[in-house]
């Protein structure tokens, strides 16, 4: 006769054989290739979405690069059509609805379809509460919220009259947790959230995948461009080592290959680094202990400032010591195009780029 533990044990076992089916089932059923799609990628000139560009080419996909503005979008183009990748770069600020309309036009002309759509454009505005103005508000919505929904809006039409099409929606662990000397970024990464979930829920069944990318931290370079208020030096100094560390931050590299991985997988979500992960989980399961936490952070954080509501750009506030601290995303800033202006790259940094070591 078979004991209340051995029974215990079967039914366990019967659980995670059905799971383990269930999973398999669903995967083969949302299993996707790039190979051959049109994948349309937001802020795609520098930084992850470059990177995200790249992935995709890899992966053998047909690519659209889209950003403001036209000299690093080409610059971008041209390193990509060199390896032979089949790229189109056009010209558009997500925040404008007819640009938006107008980009999605010239895509189905050239491509006749658009099978991927990578929301990606973002800014980054770092520094103290106090600092912040109804403006600096308005620009992160319009952009990291704004954006996405326009853009998203414009290609659903087609996708729902093919009952076929995959959303991905890059947001932010500051979209899930808003951390100190980020408000109006975090902001606008939790509309962003809120929108891609429940859109997700609501296009399943039109045969349209959503996924929602939350990461972490990552080294793309984006902390020279990224606008720093309040005492502006101070705030790139800790942003910069922040985002470029590797125990830290992750490689734009390894980000985008698991953002592709999981657009072809159909995943509903992906969090990308532990530290991001356990973020979420620890604010999910303690969300007052979490604010609790950050508020006490928030008190090793530098001040504002009378003259600290003029934004400046990351790399305008270097030092040798921030340079220094920060050696591990200067590879990435010059792979990702982040010293790109123009058709040329701006002087190099206060070090040579020779000897950073940064592995991506």
Known sequence: MMTGRAKGLLLGLGFGLGLAATRAFFAKQFAFSLRGRVVLITGSSRGLGFALAEECAIQGARVILCARQ??????????????????????????????????????????????????????????????????????????MFWGTLLTTLAVLPSMRARRAGRIVNVTSIGGRVSVPHLLPYSCAKFAAVGFSEGLHAEMAREGIQVTTVVPGLMRTGSHLNALMKGKRQQEYTLFSLLATSPLTATSAAHAARRIVRATCKGATECIITPQAQLLSCFHGVCPALTTKILSLVNRTLPSSTEDGKQAQTGKENRSKLSSWLAKPGEKAAHVYNQYVVGQRSETLPLYSIQNTGDAL
């Open 70 to 143: 036209p000299e690093p979008l080409e610059y971008a183009r041209q390193k990509l059509a060199a390896r032979g990748v089949d790229v189109l770069a056009l010209p558009c600020d997500v925040q404008n609805r007819e640009q938006v309309q107008r980009m999605i036009e010239q895509s189905f002309a050239h491509f006749g379809t658009i099978d991927v759509l990578i929301n990606n454009a973002g800014i980054i505005l770092v520094g103290p509460a106090p600092e912040m103005t109804v403006a600096d508000y308005e620009a992160c919505m319009n952009t």
